[in-house]
């Protein structure tokens, strides 16, 4: 590895007995999302133990359709992604990015536009990448990771839910590209 250099991207999927991994992951992650959260609402809150709660994390390892993939920049974690198959527009996919974190020490570093990448090729297909509207950064981030990868362009769309409302990006189809 090269000083300031990252070397390799890889992507994991995740046993169930390394689930503790992709939680403690999620604490971070809430943490740094609950930036975004607006005060005197629930959002960006933590329990009485001082956890962040996260419900759902253990369907990623009893539904099908439901993947956890941990990120590695040169053998270290350095992320995770959740997938699933929810559309947020009500529309037919193959898969949803419902997490995706990457420590702040390999931001800019290209580990998440790589492990963009790297899920686009591993699972193929129509996609739908639903972004809170108010997190600016990671809206920055999909647009620069999802326009390389669409195939015939991609469709950004607001949209609204019961907890949150953004931007998806839409149909992105995977075809050969190399990062700037």
Same mark, same amino acid.
């Given at each position: 590895? /090269?000083?300031?250099?990252?070397?390799?991207?890889?992507?994991?999927?995740?046993?169930?007995?390394?689930?503790?991994?992709?939680?403690?992951?999620?604490?971070?992650?809430?943490?740094?999302?609950?930036?975004?959260? /607006?005060?005197? /609402?629930?959002?960006?809150?933590?329990?009485?133990?001082?956890?962040?709660?996260?419900?759902?994390?253990?369907?990623?390892?009893?539904?099908?359709?439901?993947?956890?993939? /941990?990120?590695?920049?040169?053998?270290?974690?350095?992320?995770?992604?959740?997938?699933?198959?929810?559309?947020?527009?009500?529309?037919?996919?193959?898969?949803?990015?419902?997490?995706?974190?990457?420590?702040?020490?390999?931001?800019?570093?290209?580990?998440?536009?790589?492990?963009?990448?790297?899920?686009?090729?591993?699972?193929?297909?129509?996609?739908?990448?639903?972004?809170?509207?108010?997190?600016?950064?990671?809206?920055?981030?999909?647009?620069?990771?999802?326009?390389?990868?669409?195939?015939?362009?991609?469709?950004?769309?607001?949209?609204?839910?019961?907890?949150?409302?953004?931007?998806?990006?839409?149909?992105?189809?995977?075809?050969?590209?190399?990062?700037?």
């Amino acid at each position: 590895m /090269t000083a300031n250099m990252i070397d390799s991207v890889t992507l994991t999927e995740v046993p169930a007995a390394r689930r503790p991994a992709v939680a403690n992951l999620l604490q971070l992650y809430l943490r740094d999302f609950s930036e975004f959260a /607006t005060v005197g /609402t629930p959002h960006g809150e933590v329990d009485a133990e001082g956890r962040f709660p996260y419900v759902g994390l253990d369907s990623y390892w009893r539904e099908d359709g439901r993947v956890a993939l /941990t990120i590695e920049a040169d053998a270290r974690l350095a992320g995770f992604a959740l997938i699933n198959r929810w559309s947020a527009l009500n529309r037919p996919l193959d898969h949803s990015v419902a997490e995706f974190f990457v420590l702040r020490k390999y931001r800019r570093h290209r580990v998440g536009s790589r492990a963009a990448k790297l899920l686009f090729e591993r699972f193929p297909g129509r996609w739908e990448a639903p972004i809170a509207w108010y997190n600016q950064p990671a809206l920055a981030f999909w647009r620069a990771a999802v326009a390389p990868c669409a195939d015939g362009g991609i469709e950004e769309r607001a949209w609204r839910a019961v907890v949150r409302a953004g931007v998806v990006f839409r149909d992105v189809a995977v075809r050969d590209f190399a990062l700037p």
